[in-house]
């Protein structure tokens, strides 16, 4: 079953026997949990849109293991189109959801993973690509949603891995068996790990020789004995609870989620094992890893931003200010934001080369470019989009209110705008607003957008490293005629 359809994805999640908590609680059904369950339709529509004729080319792809039909979610990139697409198509996915999708962790895992493991067997002789090799194929075959897990809980930032006060702030092996490892420890801002089938463990850094045990790399069943998922919490989250939810909610369908995963003494078999204790490898992991998540926000924000600048126009049109010099400015403003990213995400795609395991990877540079941008810009965005909005974004009474007998006629009356629009659809667009800005969707769309894939210092200590400055002096000292 190379390609499943969304309900199929829905009924794969249903055999899972996750460990689930949140407020407090074991969430028996997951699936059908009211706060999870729009982050999972952000996932089910990675399988909907490869499912339809149009968008065929961007979804789908031929897997150059198997010569099938595959999601593109599960390649890995032959060229520089497929990594042009792969922006393209998380531009696409972020229209469609307004929030985080969550597949594309794997996707970018899959990528790093491929190349990462054939250089190492190439330096050791090991044979970790194989296995790789299998465990896509596997995924590939299955339709398979994988959660790329990276970050670390850290302890303090100031000590390695091996030298904290608790050692399993880092992810590590604790013991070691002929027919595997078992680890401990935990992994941070797991995003969409309940709608996931596997998670894939890698590094969160460069190691050295002491923190061999913490240099392990491995895909297991997200239901495997030993871990335990501990949902993060959005702003505005229980409004999603809330019997009829629905104007408040801004975006019903559609959100995303993070997660706290602990691994308990969790073990995970050999032939799982994609690096375990060659440290010297970890950086070149981590590097790509996050090189391919930080391409990705060139498409997946862009998307969302999309959406955020179409709300805004919206609003405006409501309220009769359309029209105004000042709101087309700034509609003006906030898609020249929302281009440039695409543009990054698109120029490090274009610049993309083969590694020696003959997928591609993108321009590090660029891509490093593209994430601290993300950084901003989106922040400029809502900025401007709340600007437009105007306050009655974070004013307005509920639609409990709204929907009342005694006072819904007030609300309906004094916030209406122009007359043309009714009151309730400019109560949903200015809830979308919220959502994006300031509610569940706020942290894919805004703190994510600062720390996801990296901080900005991440991105920066690459910037240095790949800005090649010996060059530009050259240059320099050709036109300025310095011996
Ligand atoms: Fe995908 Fe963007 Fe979510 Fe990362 S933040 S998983 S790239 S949608
Ligand atoms: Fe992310």
Known sequence: MPLMTGEQYVESLRKLNLNVYMFGEKIENVVDHPTIRPSLNSVKMTYDLAQMSEYEDLMTTISNLTGEKINRFTNLHQNTDDLIKKVKMLRLCGQ????????????????????????IDKTYGTSYHQRFKEFIKFVQE???????????????????????????????VVERRDDGVIVRGAKAHQTGITNSHEVLVMPTMAMRPEDKDYAISFSIPTDTKGITIIMGRQSCDTRKMEEGADIDVGNKNFGGHEALVVFDDVFVPNERIFLNGETEYAGMLVERFAGYHRQSYGGCKV??????????????????????????????????????????GIACSAEGHETESGNYIIDLLLANVCKQNVTRFPYEIARLAEDIAG??????????????????????????GVSSVS??????????????TLGTAAVGYRTESMHGAGSPQAQRIMIARQGNLP?????????????
Request: charged content about 25%; glycine content about 6%.
């Open 303 to 344: 998307g969302v931003g999309d959406v955020l600048i179409g709300a805004a126009a919206l609003a405006a049109e409501y309220n009769g200010a359309a029209k105004a010099t000042h709101i087309k400015d700034k509609l003006i403003e906030m898609t020249h934001l929302n281009e440039t990213l695409y543009a990054c």
């Open 391 to 416: 306050g009655l974004m974070v004013t307005m009474p509920s639609e409990k209110d709204f929907r009342s007998k005694e006072v819904g006629h007030y609300v309906e009356k004094y916030l209406v």
């Open 471 to 483: 060059h530009k002096k050259k240059l320099a000292k050709a036109i300025a005629r310095i011996k």
């Open 96 to 119: 469609k959801t307004a929030a985080c999708f969550q597949r594309c962790v794997g996707m970018d895992a899959f990528n790093a993973e491929y190349s990462t493991t054939f250089e």
């Open 423 to 436: 009151t309730e659809n400019r109560m949903r667009v200015l809830r979308l607003i919220e959502n994006i």
């Open 142 to 172: 299955n339709d398979l949603t994988v959660d790329g897990a990276m970050t670390d809980p850290k302890g303090d930032r100031g000590l390695s891995p091996s030298k904290q006060a608790d050692p399993d702030l880092y992810l590590h």
